[in-house]
């Protein structure tokens, strides 16, 4: 477990790191994917200061309930990105179904410089 990994007795398992991990090696620019601004034609770069899109729909539950599924807009993908909250006896939210946030997404466009 690597050093400062754990929060008060939570933390990820060996398998969600190494995950995370080659995702983040294969696809550096999937983080900056979902702040406004950001897309494939600029190279996912975006403003100062940032913002991020979140949505719901008819089928995310109930948040009284405590357990509620937001979306997270992605701008270098097709739709948004689904992630399930629970909240805890503290009223925490805490995000248990989360990994599609790091999955594939459409790379960067890269500009073709020639002499033509």
Do not use: H
Not at 85 to 93: A, D, Q, S, T, V
Request: glycine share 8%.
């Amino acid at each position: 477990m690597q050093e400062g990994s754990i929060y008060k007795g939570f933390a990820l398992s060996q398998s969600e790191f190494q995950k995370f991990d080659r995702q983040f090696a294969q696809y550096p620019y999937v983080i900056d994917s979902y702040f406004k601004g950001a897309s494939p034609e600029n190279g996912y770069t975006y403003d100062f200061p940032t913002q991020m899109d979140f949505s719901s729909n008819a089928y995310s539950g109930d948040k009284n309930e405590g357990n509620f599924k937001v979306f997270v807009e992605c701008y270098g993908s097709d739709s948004p990105r689904p992630i399930r909250l629970i909240r805890n006896g503290k009223g925490y939210w805490k995000a248990v179904e989360r990994s599609i946030i790091i999955t594939v997404i459409r790379p960067p466009v890269e500009d073709v410089d020639d002499d033509l």
